[in-house]
């Protein structure tokens, strides 16, 4: 025993050494990995496409180059010779915003009733929702293709925020019902010896106390709807009056026309609301991601 | 959803029941009131749910049997004509053999990469220094990012024209060629003067998918390793053991759990993906992953009722899968 200690200790130095070292490298090689690619988005999107073309593998700009013509091009309307990213903006928006509204109108109560109301087949509803989260989106994609090419519901922005509420409401029941269940029970009881109905103790009670994982909520479902592709991809392809910016972005990514540092700007603005949302929500945003899987 | 976290509910259930057969004695309108308005509230939500994700499900099954194309669309209903030829043509086509094992490798390589980087990040990161939050808060941006505006600044840096990557690969790194990383079904890597075949297009996605979900990783690691208790690995310290040994012994079993979860949850995500694929090489390359094919058949072939086979069996492999995997690991996680 005598000699393995001070052999052990030998081996605690040396890794102890070799991590000191080894944690800042790690660090700033995520961080590098992680920022690089928007850092390359955002510098593109001012870089002339001739001098990209020339000099690709530059990191950094000249003042005298500083290009802002592309976000012209990129926001304005086509016949006025842009790409028509600002009629995308509008579009994505409006779906975004309405599935937000609409979903938590549906959810809100929904996730109040599955942590608080006893009814028939409560457990049954909420591992229903929950498996609507795992379901192969395309398994989805198929049938609703299907039936919107059939009544004619394909190419408008309703019909894809219908499909964006439904399949975002059983997340956000999930996510608030964890939320409601941490709210003491006492505080409605409470409310309820002084005369409230259930529904007054909703309003006045548990609402304003839920707020916060509300206005969380309101941020993912505005993400995801924001962000969403596919099935902005399978019904609007054809209307480009209604494109979303992603799949704008993604029909204008493939054509040749196009140059790269104007759809750079296009990316740029497709981008910069979801990471000031997320910088202005982060702590609520990852209490609110983690919330489900560290109960136990 | 971890082992613990689906225990709980189990314990509060006696005293929930018992609180509310005390309430039904003294006031059972209360209790029916309640029943009432709880089935009120969840209803419109189950209405959405159920016209928009379940019955749609329904019907790609009655779909997948009957020979659906999009230009027959209007004439074909609930009672068509029912065959298996839908089923018995995709199964027994190379090319969907081809996706489903080209999907099964994407799912476990990403799921792995995702998993691996995200571990060493949230042990990078575990002790404080000045500008942490922001540091944790930069490496969310991946899987916060919009995915088209993520896939086209990759597929630009990749660009063997003009692209960043091979520019400095060329320039700095001594590459003889630009690598055609997302058009490239295979290349040879020569290690040592052996020439290895690599999958190039295939690993490219598989690094764009462990790029944008290793903080989700992360951030689910970063909670439970702050959960461990520090005087753990300080008893283990007094008693000698190196930091490996202490990851080894004391925080590795502590992250079992939370592994696992991830594991499950990322795979059915990375198996299910079709927007990053899409994206990036539109399945070209050997990257076409089943839902791409699905997607292809549905839209440029028209052949609704082939897409909705190879949707069907996609979601049943995926069920079983996870199913295997929670009755072999589920328990021994569920005691861990």
């Not at chain 2, 490219?204 to 944008?212: G, H, K, L, M, Q």
């Amino acid at each position: 025993m005598s000699t393995a200690t001070p052999q052990r200790s030998i081996r605690n130095t040396v890794e102890e050494r070799a991590l000191a070292v080894l944690r800042p490298v790690v660090i700033v090689a995520l961080l590098i990995a992680a920022l690089l690619p928007f850092y390359y988005m955002v510098l593109l999107s001012f870089r002339p496409l001739d001098s990209l073309l020339r000099d690709p593998g530059r990191l950094w700009l000249s003042f005298s180059e500083i290009e802002f013509s592309t976000y012209r091009d990129v926001l304005a309307p086509v016949d006025g010779g842009g790409q028509g990213f600002f009629t995308f903006i509008q579009n994505s928006l409006l779906v975004a915003l309405g599935t937000v509204v609409l979903c938590l109108l549906v959810a809100v109560p929904g996730a109040y009733a599955v942590s608080r109301l006893e009814f028939f087949g409560r457990r049954k509803i909420s591992a229903l929702f929950l498996a609507v989260y795992f379901f192969p989106s395309i398994l989805l994609a198929v049938p609703l293709f299907v039936f919107y090419t059939r009544i004619g519901l394909r190419g408008s922005l309703i019909g894809l925020l219908l499909v964006y509420v439904a399949q975002v409401a059983a997340v956000s029941i999930y996510m608030l019902r964890n939320y409601f269940d941490t709210i003491p029970q006492s505080l409605e009881e409470a409310a309820a010896i002084d005369g409230c109905s259930r529904l007054q103790v909703m309003r006045r009670i548990s609402l304003p106390l839920a707020m916060p994982a509300i206005v969380s909520n309101a941020l993912f479902i505005f993400m995801i709807a924001w962000n969403e592709f596919l099935f902005a991809l399978l019904f609007l392809v054809e209307r480009r009056d209604n494109w979303t910016v992603s799949l704008g972005l993604s029909q204008l990514a493939g054509s040749i026309e196009v140059p790269t540092t104007t759809l750079m700007a296009g990316s740029v603005i497709l981008t910069l609301p979801i990471i000031v949302l997320f910088f202005l929500s982060e702590r609520w945003l990852t209490g609110g991601l983690t919330a489900g899987a560290e109960k136990g | 959803m971890s082992g613990g976290g689906r225990g709980a509910p189990v314990l509060e259930r006696p005293t929930e029941e018992r609180s509310r057969g005390r309430r039904r004695r003294s006031s059972s309108t209360r209790a029916r009131q309640d029943a009432r308005t709880g089935l009120a509230l969840i209803s419109p939500t189950f209405v959405i749910v159920l016209v928009m994700v379940v019955l749609p499900i329904l019907w790609t099954i009655s779909l997948a049997f009957q020979n659906v194309r999009l230009l027959n669309l209007r004439t074909t209903g609930i009672i068509g004509d029912y065959s298996l030829d839908n089923l018995r043509a995709v199964l027994g086509s190379d090319g969907f053999v081809n996706a489903l094992v080209t999907t099964l490798v994407y799912a476990v390589g990403g799921t792995a990469a995702a998993i691996g980087i995200g571990l060493v990040a949230a042990l990078a990161l575990r002790r404080p220094f000045r500008g942490r939050g922001l540091v944790r808060a930069a490496l969310l941006l991946p899987y916060v990012a919009p995915v088209v505006a993520a896939a086209f600044v990759w597929s630009t840096a990749l660009n063997p024209q003009y692209g960043i990557v091979n520019e400095w690969g060329t320039g700095l790194l001594g590459w003889d060629d630009p690598i055609a990383f997302l058009s490239s079904r295979s290349d040879d890597l020569s290690l040592f003067g052996l020439d290895l075949p690599m999958p190039t297009a295939l690993l490219t996605v598989i690094a764009f998918e462990a790029w944008r979900s290793f903080p989700f990783a992360f951030l689910f690691l970063t909670a439970r390793l702050e959960a461990i208790p520090d005087t753990y690995e300080e008893a283990a310290g007094i008693d000698g053991a190196t930091p490996t040994q202490r990851f080894r012994y004391i925080i590795l079993p502590q992250l079992v759990p939370t592994i696992a979860v991830l594991s499950v949850l990322r795979f059915i995500w990375t198996f299910n993906n079709f927007d990053d694929i899409y994206l990036l090489t539109g399945g070209g390359a050997g990257t076409e992953v089943v839902s791409v094919r699905v997607f292809n058949y549905l839209t440029a072939r028209g052949d609704i009722g082939a897409a909705a086979a190879q949707a069907l069996v996609l979601a049943a492999i995926l069920a079983v899968l996870v199913g295997t995997y929670l009755r072999f690991f589920g328990r021994s996680e569920e005691s861990a």
